[in-house]
């Protein structure tokens, strides 16, 4: 999945990889941002509105778009055209975003991100 104005806007495409001649366009009134949720099955990106919007993807007889959904407002932090600044979680119910504050005296705050965090296995331990 990409963006590109080849038609005179921002829209969003797939097409297969490597390039096997199928192409096909995702958003109708401008898109940017496409996130796939994992193992595919749904499409998201940001419309011209900055409008969440998810598009079921069935790729069990070929390749066949959805109605596209619009989820939520969503105006996201922009450090760059090329990157998205929000994902979705693997069930596609979740997601994380970076969004500009509506608070222009706001402070930056830090955030920990925790990896690796053990799991727990079952095994009890005497405290």
């Known amino acids: 999945a990409y963006e590109s104005d080849e038609s005179g806007r921002r829209e969003v495409y797939v097409q297969a990889f490597p390039l096997t001649g199928g192409k096909w366009q995702v958003s109708s009134s401008g898109g940017r941002l496409p996130v796939w ?43 760059n055209n090329i990157a998205p600044t929000y994902d979705a979680s693997a069930d596609g119910q979740r997601f994380l975003l970076m969004e500009l504050s509506e608070d222009p005296g706001a402070q930056q705050a830090s955030v920990t991100l925790v990896r690796n965090w053990p799991v727990n296995t079952g095994v009890q331990t005497d405290r």
Do not use: S, W
């Open 37 to 79: 949720r994992a193992h595919g099955g749904e499409l998201f990106y940001i419309d011209n509105d900055d409008q969440l919007v998810a598009v079921p993807v069935d790729t069990e007889n070929g390749f066949h778009l959805g109605t596209p959904l619009p989820l939520f407002h969503a105006q996201l932090l922009h450090h």
